[in-house]
Structures are given as C-alpha cells and as structure tokens.
C-alpha cells in the first residue's frame, strides 16, 4: 500500500442537492473547482511516434466563480513551455504559471494566475515518453507488425499525464480535437468523428455532452472500420476485424435491450474499439467509442459480457457519474448489476445466473484476502492511489446490494427506481450521500416494511457481506458438478464427461471445483478429498489430453487452467504460461498469474525471469502492480 508522507492539499467542494449540503472532497485532484471551474477543452495535438509524445495545446474555457482566485490544473510528466489567457476568448496574450512539486501518486499542480475577466487560458505543452496514462507500441506490439499504435488510459488519474486539466470525476467538459498523425494512420476518440474515416492524418472531433475527465480518450494506428448495426460498429486493426465483427454482432441487440430496460441510449453511436493484446483492463467504457481487449475474442460469443459491461456504464458511469473515487462503487456496482440484466435479457436466465454465481465466487475470495477497511464500498481512499480502490468489492459487492433491492422490492419496482435514477442525476457526478437520499426518498420511505429487510447502511459502511445477502445460484452448475464428481470419483474417464455443450462460464465452475478439490478441507476444498502430488498430476494430464486445455484460445479457461497448473506444478504447461504472460497484458490475467509463481521460491525466479522480458511490453498500469507482487528493485 502506498502512502503519502504529508498532508495534501485538497479542496472541499461543496454541492447543493435537494436542501442537502453534501461535501464531496476529491483527495485526488488538486483542482479548485468551487473558484473556477473548466466547463470546455479544445484539444490540439501533434502525435510523433519517434520521441513518444504528444505536442500541443489545450485551450481551457472557465467559468470564474470566486473572480480573484487563480486556476490550478492537475499535470503529472507534463512539460509546459508557455500559457497564455485571453479575455475576449479569441486573443490570447503571455500568462504566468507555476508547476508545483510532483506527487508521486497525484503527480504536480498547475496555478495559472488569470487577469480580470478572463476566460480562456491556453497551455502549450507535451507529454513525458513514459506518461501513465499514454502507451506507446512498437510495430512488433501489434497485431498487424508493420505500424507503431498509440492508445490512452485515463481512469482512474492518468488523463492528467496527457492533459492538463481539472482531473476530478466531479468537473464535467465538453471538448473538441484535431490530431494530427502519420499519414497512413487512423485516429479515433470517445467523441463525434468530424472527419469520417477518410485517412489523411488530420482528424477533428468533438464530444458535445459534458463529461468527466478520465473518459478523454484517443487512440492511433492502423485501424479499420466495419458497421456492425445503425449505430453500432467495430474498429481494428485489418487482421483482426473480422473475427471481432463477427464476436461482437449481438452489440446493436444489447443497445436495444438495455434501452427497454433503463431509457434511450443518450450517446449517438456505440462503437467498440479493439486494441492490441497488451492493453491491460478488459474494456473501458470511453463515450461512443469501448475500448476494449481482444482476449473476449473466444469465438463463441461466450466472453462479450464484456461488452454488456461497457455498454451499460453509458447509463452508469458515464450518464451519472462517480463524483470521486471512493464513490467508485456508484459506476461500478450498478454496472456489473446492469450487464447480468442486458445478458439476462439477449442471452436467458441461465447464463446471467451462471454469471452472478461466478461474481459471488470472486467476491468471497477477495473478501477472504482484504483487510476490513478495503471491504467497504463506500472505501476512504485519502492517501492511496484510486486504483488501489479497483478490487471485486465496489463490482461484486456493490451488484449484490442492488439485487438484494431488486429482490426485495420486485423487479418492477426496482426498475422504475433506477430509471428514474438516472434520468434524475444524468449528465451530474454525485456521491453516495447523494444515492442514499435519493433512495430514501424514491425507495425506502414508499415501502417501510420492504425497506425494513435491506440494511443499507451496513451494505455501503461495513466490511463483509449481511447475512441476509442473496445468494445467486445456478441450476447449470449444480450440473457441472455432479460430472466432476463422477470423474473424480472414478466412475468415468475425463474425455467422457459431456462437455460438448459447456459455456466458458460452465468451463470456469468446472475447473474451480477440480481445484477446490484437490485443495485440503480447510481452504474449502471437498471434505475428504487428500489428493497426492502424483495423484493431482495424473489428473492434470488425464484433463489435459481429454479437452487440450493447455492449448485453449479461450483466455478465461486457459487463464484458470494455467493458475491450476502453477499450484498443482504440472510441469507441460509451462511453454504455454510463459507464451502467455509474454503475448497479454490484461491485468486481471498477468497479476494472478505472477502472485501465483511468486508463492514458492522456484516460481518467483521463474516469474521474475519472464517478467524481465514481459515488462517493455506492458502497459504502465500493469507494471505497477506487477513491480509490487513481485518486489522488482528496477533492475
Ligand atoms: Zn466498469
């Protein structure tokens, strides 16, 4: 955990809210919004693959509320070489600035003294080659091998190493760019395209409905484009644009789905951009425009749940919006609650079971390894870096407080609530206060004796899970295990167990429920089961032959089957772990995978000497808490 040595400075905004002062303190921005705030970015940029930066300007426009206070700027790497102000907003003329001492984690504020009546400040200025929020690949990173790629990762704080700006979730803009590449190349944004996708290396856009700073986002490479529905599409490189095209032909199908459910798509297009393997979340939800991973490319459609996720944060997240980190769970919670809906509503019942037993799953096993304090979803995060927030307590825990609402309150009504939620706070940042009240009055209070069963403040303050929690459980799995049993028990070989129909969800339960059982009684494993070292292997392999797993595409199955294979030390899929941890960079993949090697001596130096080729190639996201899980001294 990382901590500051001394105190920051952090600013106190104040927001009024149906009578209700609610105090919102960003501890991560050093922005002063209640004295000025930016409401408009224009951006313009040089993109120059050679040095690795981006050269140019950002023309901020302000609304000055306290007239004598100057603006500060959230920056971390930034170079700034000059800044002008303008009164008029057209003629700008030489200001005077200061960059403060850098942060390790917020990184330096920007004053900029402002003259009476301005309204306008320019910043010219270029990003730092190793900016966090910035990666830039290599031809060989690629999957087309022939042009450099450039793509940005804003959330939770890194658009301030691209842009200097308010960086706080609570300060919304609406922007404009014009960016200018190699020739060949294609740029895209989380915005309207002006300028199609005629490739020329001058792109305009503009993004005119007012949005937080961490969704900014830019990519450029060799992209192509392919309609997937009226207002949905895919970009990616050639290679990869028709699998992806085909992989995600449900998308136009999701829109229409989460549209009956929770109100008109409020964005224009929906579009998904594929990027090389090396990015490190699954997906981002950028406006008009997913970024997304291609490991959920499994070819059965099986991992566009994805897609479902980024989907519904234009409703959560994006439409209302986190006013600071530690509000976190608001996007988070509602969307994973949101996705199981959209693929309840395109896919059944079963499969969004499948995928709430698996996420109550995951959340048991971070709740068994996180302090008390990191279990609540309304977390204190002062002092730590928001991404340290990012665990399954504001997704999972968050998601099953609002089922325990939805099943307490019934589907109908708890629906018409979250409509009306998000036509009620859309286009605002507000924070979990701002929910409670808002459920209070629109929920709680309709229905006393409903409200009564759902102890809501011990879902949002307290560590754990109520007792009262649901419990998702699917009838899928319950299948799944009674043919594992009678595998394990020897009453049929591996290559009979009736697989042909399995899911990748059902695929997951299986492999964990192998492993529960190889593992002792105390750490939850089958009672009874004491498996040797010889006895585990022999079943590895016997798995192994049967369905091939070391060599699945699937990333989710392969990724499972290789956590198996660390703890169980079989020995043949040792190639394809290091191919593996060599070819992805997801960080939900790579981190296990790492922790799991550095448990004994032996896979330690075998995870550092990967890692010692892998790091050039990851994301800088992912290298921080690489670097940390296995204590890398920067050799
Ligand atoms: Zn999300």
């Given amino acids: ?76 790497d930034l170079k700034i070489d000059q800044v002008e102000t303008s009164v008029d907003g057209t003629r700008f003329q030489a200001g005077t600035f200061t960059l403060g001492a850098a942060d390790k984690i917020l990184g330096a504020p920007l004053t900029i003294q402002l003259p009476a009546k301005a309204t306008r400040v320019r910043i010219h200025y270029s990003t730092s080659p190793g900016a966090s929020g910035l990666q830039w690949l290599e031809p060989a990173q690629t999957a087309g091998k022939k042009d450099p790629f450039v793509y940005t990762q804003s959330e939770a704080i890194h658009a301030r190493s691209w842009i200097p700006l308010q960086d706080t979730p609570s300060v919304r803009v609406t922007y404009s760019a014009r960016v200018r590449t190699p020739r060949n190349l294609l740029a895209v944004m989380s915005a309207e395209n002006l300028s199609g996708t005629v490739r020329d290396g001058d792109y305009s856009f503009r993004m005119r409905q007012p949005i937080p700073s961490y969704l900014i986002a830019l990519a450029v490479g060799d992209l192509r484009f392919r309609a997937l529905g009226p207002r949905t599409g895919v970009y990616a490189e050639p290679s990869t644009l028709a699998l992806a095209a085909r992989e995600l032909s449900d998308t136009e199908k999701m829109v229409v789905a989460t549209e009956r459910l929770y109100g008109p798509y409020r964005w224009g297009r929906y579009d998904i951009l594929v990027l090389p393997p090396s990015f490190p979340y699954g997906g981002m939800e950028n406006p008009r425009l997913t970024f997304a991973t291609p490991t959920i490319l499994a070819g059965d459609k099986s991992l566009v749940s994805l897609v479902a996720h980024e989907l519904a944060h234009s409703w959560s997240g994006n439409l209302v919006t986190n006013a600071t980190w530690r509000d976190f769970w608001l996007n988070e919670g509602f969307t994973t609650y949101l996705e199981r809906r959209i693929l309840e509503a395109v896919y059944g019942r079963s499969r969004e079971e499948m995928e709430a037993a698996l996420g109550l799953r995951d959340l048991n096993d ?237 896979g330690k130096e075998k995870a550092l000497a990967i890692y010692r080729r892998a790091r050039p190639t990851y994301h800088p996201i992912a290298v921080t808490s690489i670097d940390d899980v296995l204590k890398w001294s920067g050799e």
């Fill in 1 to 76: 955990m990382k901590r500051f040595g001394r105190l920051l400075f952090c600013f106190c905004l104040t927001i009024a809210f149906g009578g209700i002062i609610v105090n919102a303190q960003d501890f991560h921005s050093y922005a002063n919004p209640a004295a000025v705030r930016v409401r408009h970015v224009d951006l313009d940029w040089n993109v120059l693959f050679q040095q690795k930066i981006l050269k140019g300007t950002a023309t901020l426009t302000i609304d000055r509320i306290s007239p004598s206070e100057p603006l500060v700027l959230d920056t971390r």
């Fill in 366 to 602: 971070e709740i068994a390894s996180l302090p008390d304090a990191d279990e609540i979803l309304h977390i204190d995060l002062k002092g730590r870096d928001p991404d340290d927030g990012s665990t399954d307590i504001p997704y999972e825990k968050g998601a099953l407080f609002l089922r325990h609402l939805e099943q307490t309150f019934g589907r109908a009504r708890f629906d018409q609530f979250l409509k009306s939620y998000f036509n009620h706070f859309s286009f605002q940042s507000i924070t979990t206060e701002q929910f409670q009240a808002y459920l209070k009055q629109n929920l709680l209070d309709k229905y006393p004796d409903l409200a009564s069963k759902v102890p809501v403040d011990e879902w949002i303050n307290q560590p754990g899970v109520p007792a009262s929690a649901p419990k998702p459980t699917s009838q899928a799995f319950a299948q799944v295990e009674t043919e594992a049993s009678r595998w394990l028990s020897n009453q049929i070989p591996a290559a009979r167990i009736p697989t042909a129909r399995w899911s990748t969800q059902e695929w997951q339960h299986f492999l964990t429920f192998v492993q529960n059982s190889f593992e002792p009684p105390a750490s939850g494993g089958a009672a009874g089961t004491q498996l040797s070292q010889t006895e585990k292997a022999r079943l590895m392999s016997e798995l192994d032959r049967a369905f091939n797993l070391t060599r699945s595409g699937n990333s989710e199955i392969v990724f499972q089957w290789l956590v198996m294979s660390i703890r169980n030390q079989y020995e043949p899929a040792n190639a394809r772990l290091e191919e593996f941890l060599m070819t992805v960079g997801r960080r939900k993949f790579i981190r296990p995978l790492y922790q799991e090697l550095a448990k004994t001596p032996a």
